[in-house]
Nanobody
Framework: QVQLVESGGGLVQAGGSLRLSCATS????????MNWYRQAPGKQRELVAS???????NYPDSVKGRFTISRDNAAKTVYLQMNSLKPEDTAVYLC?????????WGRGTQVTVSS
C-alpha cells in the first residue's frame, strides 16, 4: 500500500521559516520524481517545487530563492525548506510522487503565515 504522509506545517509569522517533510512507503522512492504542490482556498493547485530522481530541482518564480526541495533516498523522504514566508504562502501543502503512469498524492499539511 502506497502512503505519502506530510508533516511540519503550522502557524508562522511573516518572515519566518518552516520545514515540511513527506515520508513515503510502498514505492521505490529513488525512482520517483517528487513534488510539492499547494492549494489555497478558492485557488488552483500550484506546483511549488520539484526534484527528479537525478536530484534536479525546479521552482516557480513565486518561491524561487525562498524555498528549497531536497530528498533523502535512504529515508524515502522529501523535504521542503521554506524561508522568508509571506502571507500569500498560506495553503495546504501536498506531496506528489510520480513515475510514468504511477502517481500518488499525500493528504497535505496546513501552512498558515500571519502578517
Amino acid at each position: 500500500q502506497v502512503q505519502l504522509v506530510e508533516s511540519g506545517g503550522g502557524l508562522v509569522q511573516a518572515g519566518g521559516s518552516l520545514r515540511l517533510s513527506c515520508a513515503t512507503s510502498g514505492i521505490i522512492f529513488r525512482l520517483y520524481g517528487m513534488n510539492w504542490y499547494r492549494q489555497a482556498p478558492g485557488k488552483q493547485r500550484e506546483l511549488v517545487a520539484s526534484i527528479s530522481s537525478g536530484f534536479s530541482t525546479n521552482y516557480p518564480d513565486s518561491v524561487k530563492g525562498r524555498f528549497t526541495i531536497s530528498r533523502d533516498n535512504a529515508a524515502k523522504t522529501v523535504y521542503l525548506q521554506m524561508n522568508s514566508l509571506k502571507p500569500e504562502d498560506t495553503a495546504v501543502y501536498l506531496c506528489y510522487a510520480v513515475l510514468g503512469s504511477h502517481a500518488y498524492w499525500g493528504r497535505g499539511t496546513q501552512v498558515t503565515v500571519s502578517s
